[in-house]
């Protein structure tokens, strides 16, 4: 089982829908979560991070936290073309590492 | 506000040959993290320093090593290089170990022949 757990994806949303990525993780003890979006060809963008349960909110995006069932997951409300990226979950876990998933590329159709 | 630099951009190199990466944090930042990220296995933590101290490390050879200077500037060496070492190279910087947002410079690619 990987640490962080992510859908490769692609996910297809159309344009205002809202878009749900979901992140699943192995280390009971991580207390760090975090959201970053990579366009291709550049370096990730710290886009939201959470370290408490329940929901974070920031602009367009929603941060969600369940500890409990391991599973963090990022709402992106009204989609627009420019959010078409490669998302990537990131936890710090009991050892102080912040673990990377694999990413999930999301498309947002016109 | 600055962000994170490294230098160079692009580098190509011959298998056995070594390489040393350089990176520059945001003003005011003491911690400094380095990746790798690949096609295939994604980003994988290679260390992470903070105040001149290595204060944790990934799971890769010894052959990857670095280090922080005084005033929080950091280098990477990658020594006998291999064509799988070829990856993009990605520096993260943040304020200090407390906190946990990293913000990442534009990396580094390293094409290994």
């Known amino acids: 089982q990987k640490e962080v757990e992510q859908n490769s994806g692609p996910l297809s949303v159309p344009e205002g829908a809202i878009a749900s990525l979901n992140c699943t993780y192995s280390?009971?003890?991580?207390?760090?979560f975090f959201w970053y979006r990579q366009y291709s060809g550049k370096s990730p963008e710290l886009i939201m991070f959470?370290?408490?349960?329940g929901d974070k909110e920031d602009g367009r995006f929603t941060a969600q936290l369940n500890k409990a069932s391991q599973y963090v997951s990022l709402l992106i409300r009204d989609s627009q073309p420019s959010d078409s990226a490669t998302y990537l979950c990131?936890?710090?876990?009991?050892?102080?590492?912040?673990?990377f998933g694999s990413g999930t590329r999301l498309s947002i159709r016109p | 506000k600055a962000g994170v630099t490294q230098t160079p951009r692009y580098l190509i190199k011959t298998r056995g040959q070594q390489v040393t990466l350089s990176c520059s944090p945001i003003?005011?930042?003491?911690?400094v993290s380095w990746y790798q990220q690949t096609p295939g296995q994604g980003l994988q933590f290679l260390f992470e320093?903070?105040?001149?101290?290595?204060?944790n490390k990934g799971n890769f050879p010894g052959r990857f090593s670095g280090r922080q200077f005084s005033n929080s500037r950091s280098e990477m060496n990658v020594s006998t290089l291999e064509l799988g070492d070829s990856a993009l190279y990605l520096c993260?910087?943040?304020?200090?170990?407390?906190?946990?947002?990293?913000?990442f410079g534009p990396g580094t690619r390293l094409t290994v022949l």
């Open positions: 993260a910087s943040s304020l200090d170990k407390a906190y946990n947002e990293q913000f």
């Open positions: 280390d009971r003890g991580s207390q760090s």
């Open positions: 959470i370290y408490s349960n």
């Open positions: 990131a936890v710090k876990g009991s050892a102080s590492k912040i673990i």
């Open positions: 003003s005011g930042h003491r911690s």
């Open positions: 320093y903070f105040s001149e101290t290595q204060r």
